[in-house]
């Protein structure tokens, strides 16, 4: 609930952004691109849900809609930094306890968190 809740949160602000500066096409991009995230998202959840959960999915879709805002160039560098961290999490977390379970949700909030500090 909190994800969507967000969601329309940011929604509502690049809109009214868009609509005071005139960018109609860099909100109809950032819609584009989140479509597309969450989309392949939802397409992995779909095809093996035990590798990413429906709260990853959520989640990346007002995450996207922010890092595409700001700056869509820094979205494939965004995924790229969280599948990392992810991986690396992963391994350690594999070595360490042989656990195979690790939450994919933090490393995309650090990683997007990153990325809007570096574009501003």
Known sequence: MATLLATAAIAVVICAAAIMNRELTRVALCVGVTALVAGAYGLLHRVSPRS????????????????????????????????????????WVRVRSGSSHVPFGPHLLIAAWLMLVASV
Not at 66 to 72: E, G, H
């Open 52 to 91: 990413l959960g429906w709260g990853d999915v959520l989640l990346v879709t007002p995450l996207t809609l922010a890092v595409a805002y700001v700056a869509v160039e820094r979205v494939l560098w965004w995924q790229l930094v969280a599948a990392t961290t992810g991986a690396v999490h992963a391994v």
